[in-house]
């Protein structure tokens, strides 16, 4: 899952950074609405963290209402120091999902988060599973015949993504835009390498094999 977050500060950024990779997620960072407004327009997000303030001109509400304006709809969640009613209110009516008053807990937000993608349509449990191999999104395991696969965090998401949509062919650049974030060292083979080593993981000591390449399109795991 992918995150556009845009925050000035950058302690308050590297605390919120560190708490989504844990959850698995790639995050866009940005200390500007300009920039932000940009990625937010071009990328397929699964959420958005705005700050009011931030650096330069414009602000994480100019950016909101201007995304909004595009009929991009991923949720949106406001962070501000401001815990004024109208300044919520304002935020709400440009588009805003949710709104989170600092300072704030790291548990609130990943909760704030959850609530959040549960409404949407791609994200509706945290226990997903294929034929014989399941994953407990929460505790970040993995388990195929009941028997438990360490994966690295890379790994876990790449699943993650590739049993969420089981049966439905993933491109390479569906991939990337999903599972890593724009500052990641890629290469032309970046994906393929991945597979690789996830395929070996998950499905070279097993009989039935769940990931497949679809030659001329991507990749895609299902129990046919």
């Not at 866009?28 to 650096?55: C, H, M, Q, S, T």
């Not at 109208?86 to 990943?110: H, M, R």
């Not at 599973?129 to 890379?154: G, P, Q, Y």
Request: hydrophobic letters at 40%; aromatic letters at 8%; one cysteine or more.
């Amino acid at each position: 899952m992918r995150i556009l977050l845009m925050e000035d500060d950058k302690n308050i950024a590297d605390f919120i950074i560190s708490a989504l990779k844990n959850e698995h997620f790639a995050i866009d960072w940005v200390d500007n609405a300009e920039r932000g407004l940009f990625l937010g327009k071009v990328n397929p997000y699964d959420i958005g963290i705005f700050d009011i303030r931030l650096a330069g001109e414009g602000s994480g509400l100019m950016a909101l209402e201007e995304i909004r304006a595009k009929k991009k709809t991923f949720p949106i969640i406001i962070l501000s120091v401001t815990n004024d009613t109208q300044t919520k209110i304002n935020a709400l009516n440009l588009g805003a999902d949710d709104y989170l008053t600092k300072p704030f807990s790291v548990s609130e937000l990943l909760a704030r988060i959850r609530a959040l993608l549960r409404r949407e349509k791609t994200i509706i449990q945290d226990t997903l599973s294929v034929a014989d191999l399941t994953m407990d999104v929460r505790s970040h395991k993995v388990f195929r015949a009941n028997k438990e696969i360490k994966l690295n965090r890379k790994e876990f998401s790449l699943l993650e993504y590739l049993v969420r949509n089981s049966g439905t062919v993933l491109t390479r650049n569906m991939i990337l835009d999903h599972v890593w974030d724009m500052n990641a060292d890629m290469f032309t083979n970046t994906v393929d390498v991945h597979i690789r080593f996830l395929r070996e993981k998950i499905d070279d000591n097993y009989k039935k094999k769940l990931l497949k390449t679809v030659h001329g399109c991507g990749y895609k795991i299902d129990e046919k």
